[in-house]
């Protein structure tokens, strides 16, 4: 029986990117790019303040106004990435966390939660530390990796990862240098095609 003419097909369907799959709703989707971003949310609430036990509160947030305003997510400007929207919201987010908590202080005749307020910094690239990139990057990573053999996977590793030259691993794995240059191409276009539109 045909799909419905307005449902994607499932071909169709594996071709979206990620991001563009998280905005039709595919629960899968979302658990991938919470699996993704979580970390980098829950850093950027603790290095602007959040007590470590309420940062997964927070985080919820987060992902709840993520989710909400995610169709107005766009990159009308160099140098807009999902991921400086997304710290954007955690700092929002942040923010509304300490103005409840200092209500709350404030109705007890304290002010901690204020000064906190005041000493939250503005985001700025520099929160993201190059080890939080490569994490991010290893994370993308896992979710495509059960997709390929194991030998395709080490051309891939040797030489995008580790910076071998494709000749090297050939000569490793008993294949030709084009085979290396091969795998890895379909390794990192898959990973494009999967969460590019989120990595960047």
Same mark, same amino acid.
């Given at each position: 029986?045909?799909a ?5 097909t ?11 799959r ?5 629960e ?6 919470h699996r993704?971003?979580r970390?980098f949310? *829950?850093?950027?609430?603790v290095?602007?303040? &959040? %007590?470590n =036990?309420?940062?997964d509160?927070?985080? $919820?947030d987060?992902f709840r ?6 169709e107005?997510?766009r990159r009308?400007r160099?140098g807009d990435?999902f991921?400086?929207w997304l ?7 942040v923010?509304q966390?300490?103005r409840?908590?200092?209500c709350?202080?404030?109705a ?5 939660a204020?000064?906190h ?5 503005a ?9 939080q990139?490569?994490? *991010? ?6 979710? &495509? %990796?059960? =997709?390929f053999?194991d030998?395709s996977? $080490?051309m891939f590793w ?10 090297d691993?050939g ?5 030709s ?7 890895k191409s379909?390794?990192?276009r898959r990973?494009k ?8």
């Amino acid at each position: 029986m045909p799909a419905p003419k307005n449902e994607p097909t499932p071909a169709q369907l594996t071709s979206l990117t990620l991001l563009q799959r998280v905005r039709s709703r595919d629960e899968e989707a979302w658990g991938q790019m919470h699996r993704l971003y979580r970390p980098f949310v *829950l850093y950027w609430c603790v290095r602007w303040g &959040v %007590r470590n =036990e309420d940062a997964d509160d927070v985080a $919820q947030d987060v992902f709840r106004a993520t989710a909400a305003g995610l169709e107005g997510f766009r990159r009308d400007r160099p140098g807009d990435t999902f991921r400086g929207w997304l710290r954007g919201i955690t700092h929002n987010m942040v923010l509304q966390h300490f103005r409840k908590a200092a209500c709350h202080v404030l109705a007890e005749g304290g002010s901690d939660a204020m000064q906190h307020i005041h000493q939250v910094p503005a985001p700025s690239e520099n929160d993201d530390p190059a080890e939080q990139i490569g994490q *991010l990057h290893r994370r993308a990573l896992d979710l &495509v %990796r059960g =997709e390929f053999e194991d030998r395709s996977w $080490q051309m891939f590793w040797q030489t995008a990862i580790e910076g071998r030259p494709p000749g090297d691993v050939g000569t490793d794995l008993g294949v030709s240098a084009a085979a290396v240059r091969q795998a890895k191409s379909r390794v990192l276009r898959r990973l494009k095609e999967e969460v590019g539109d989120l990595l960047e």
